[in-house]
């Protein structure tokens, strides 16, 4: 298993690029919108997310600055597991109580777990 990137809230880009840009020297990407429809299946908020990656060869960080609709850290925040056998993990899941959402994204499924203190996991394979 690897860490694949950590996701984070940031209050707005310019201190996003200060920090992320500036400070640790990770490249950063053209910014994307997170539809609403995303933003409310992923963390439950009603607005569209803006997401900035900054990274190198060993670091990747998706920032994202909520809109309007607010939003806060603890919904935003998570980190995205690269696991070698997906459908093995997930079974491992069940099998341990563990909620698994799939969030359809065009024609694949984002797959989120949560710890039991409510962590927020993405998980990815290969």
Do not use: W
């Amino acid at each position: 298993m690897h860490i694949k990137h950590v996701a984070l809230a940031c209050a707005s880009a310019s201190k996003a690029d200060t920090f992320y840009a500036n400070l640790l020297g990770l490249t950063k990407s053209e910014p994307k919108i997170l539809p609403l429809d995303l933003s409310r299946a992923i963390f439950n908020i009603d607005s569209e997310l803006v997401m900035i990656n900054y990274r190198d060869e060993n670091v990747h960080f998706e920032i994202f600055v909520p809109g309007s609709g607010g939003g806060n850290s603890r919904q935003i925040a998570h980190t995205c597991l690269r696991v070698d056998d997906l459908e093995v993990f997930l079974e491992k899941c069940r099998g341990l109580n563990i909620d698994v959402s799939r969030i359809p994204k065009g024609d694949k499924n984002l797959i989120f777990i949560k710890d039991f203190d409510g962590n927020l996991f993405e998980i990815k394979s290969g």
